[in-house]
């Protein structure tokens, strides 16, 4: 069953353009959601966070635009590079109970950024 | 400060041989974790361990076993290797339990062959 659906599987974007990549999940407890980049060859590595008490958070060029309702959140990358080509991973997780900070994750998004 | 390590980077093992994947970190985190990851599959929890001395079963545990040996390090044993089990495999840790909101800090990965 998977909880966190993430679209689109690849994306071309030029350089200077936006790269947006989004994410639907299903489970309502889950209240943490982070996004985490890949470089080939490497383990993943956290980008960005938010939390659904704000509907988006900023962080330079990347931000995450978040839905409670609708139950979406999205990444965007303003004034993309070639060096944020890479794999770029959705992720949720619910506090409490037995979930102890266990990160469901999307199925992923390969970003190339062309010169 | 190495993080998270990982031994071997590579491995190719023959169906039914068994191997153990050994993780290591150094940044006295209480919780680490096992996944897999596969292409258009996203990343898959195996197993996880909440704290030293626990261990729990993720999303796909069939045909492993893991074992805490200490806070620092904690390995994964494939018994009876499939063709199936061929994946890229992560090793992450994080510094605590039990609250959604802690940063995973994943290693290199270990790329896995069965033939």
């Known amino acids: 069953q998977q909880q966190v659906k993430q679209s689109p599987q690849s994306l071309i974007v030029q350089k200077g353009g936006i790269s947006i990549i989004n994410c639907a999940y299903e489970?309502?407890?889950?209240?943490?959601f982070p996004w985490y980049q890949q470089f080939p060859g490497k383990g993943p590595a956290l980008l960005i966070a938010?939390?659904?008490?704000?509907s988006e958070k900023k962080e330079g060029r990347f931000t995450i635009s978040f839905n409670k309702s609708a139950k979406q959140f999205s990444l965007h990358i303003m004034d993309s590079q070639p060096g944020d080509s890479a794999t770029y991973f959705c992720a949720a997780s619910k506090r409490g109970g037995t979930s102890y900070g266990k990160l469901t994750f999307g199925q992923g998004t390969i970003l190339t950024v062309h010169p | 400060n190495a993080g998270v390590t990982q031994t071997p980077k590579f491995q190719v093992l023959k169906t039914g041989q068994s191997m153990t994947l050994q993780c290591a970190q150094d940044m006295n985190h209480n919780s680490m974790y096992w996944y897999r990851q596969d292409p258009g599959m996203g990343l898959r929890l195996i197993y996880y361990?909440?704290?030293?001395?626990?261990?729990d079963k993720g999303e796909v545990p069939n045909g492993y076993n893991v074992s805490r040996l200490n806070k620092r390090e904690f390995s994964l044993r494939l018994e009876s290797a499939a063709p199936s089990q061929t994946s890229v495999y992560f090793c992450?840790?994080?510094?605590?339990?039990?609250?959604?909101?802690?940063?995973?800090?994943f290693g290199p990965g270990t790329r896995l062959t069965v033939l």
């Open positions: 489970n309502t407890a889950f209240d943490y």
């Open positions: 938010i939390r659904p008490d704000v």
């Open positions: 992450a840790s994080s510094v605590t339990s039990g609250g959604a909101g802690d940063t995973q800090y």
């Open positions: 361990s909440a704290s030293e001395g626990t261990t």
